[in-house]
T-cell receptor, first 115, second 114 residues
């Protein structure tokens, strides 16, 4: 089974701090994704990466950056955390390809609170 | 841009009964894929069922089936013989045939009453 591991399930940080959320997958997937999940809004894509050192902006990239130095690891960075970034963050991975059989596999999520 | 709408924020059903969750989407594309994901209270999102737009036959996975109406851009999920373990948030998602990323709906929280 695919395993997507997020480094923390709960995280509390202060306004203005630089925050790192880490995600690791063990199935050699090319694609990795970061979403935030808010009630009534579903999941919104922040950034995704289809290869090492490659990244593309999603729908809500403002205030975030990402890093992918190794294929298995995809980091989300909040450069200067703000209270409106309090949310659930989900990481996902999938094989590269446009065939229908490429579902995304998700981690358990990190509930981040910015005080 | 494609959008996905789940108009039912919450649904509830008695155990052993059948429930249908609604999903509509907006796209100008003809080739795409549709998914239903389940997020139980433990939070890990898992794939329930998927449908290719060019297939007319509705997908089925055990107690889960879809009603795919391409012209109406509708993709509902039917859960038969509901079980307590079906309680979760359910998300409908869309993916263009040539894309890697998913577009999600707002989610429907399903409660199973014993």
């Amino acid at each position: 089974d695919v395993k997507v591991t997020q480094s923390s399930r709960y995280l509390v940080k202060r306004t203005g701090e630089k925050v790192f959320l880490e995600c690791v997958q063990d199935m050699d997937h090319e694609n990795m994704f970061w979403y935030r999940q808010d009630p009534g809004l579903g999941l919104r894509l922040i950034y995704f990466s289809y290869d090492v050192k490659m990244k593309e902006k999603g729908d809500i990239p403002e205030g975030y950056s990402v890093s992918r130095e190794k294929k298995e690891r995809f980091s989300l960075i909040l450069e200067s955390a703000s209270t409106n970034q309090t949310s659930m963050y989900l990481c996902a991975s999938s094989l590269l390809g446009t065939e229908w059989g490429q579902p995304q596999h998700f981690g358990d999520g990190t509930r981040l609170s910015i005080l | 841009a494609q959008t996905v709408t789940q108009s039912q924020p919450e649904m509830s059903v008695q155990e052993a009964e059948t429930v249908t969750l609604s999903c509509t989407y907006d796209t100008s594309e003809s080739d795409y894929y549709l998914f239903w994901y389940k997020q139980p209270p433990s939070r890990q999102m898992i794939l329930v069922i998927r449908q290719e737009a060019y297939k007319q036959q509705n997908a089925t996975e055990n107690r889960f089936s879809v009603n795919f109406q391409k012209a109406a851009k509708s993709f509902s999920l039917k859960i038969s013989d509901s079980q307590l373990g079906d309680a979760a948030m359910y998300f409908c998602a869309y993916r263009s045939a040539g894309a890697q990323k998913l577009v999600f709906g707002q989610g429907t929280r399903l409660t199973i009453n014993p």
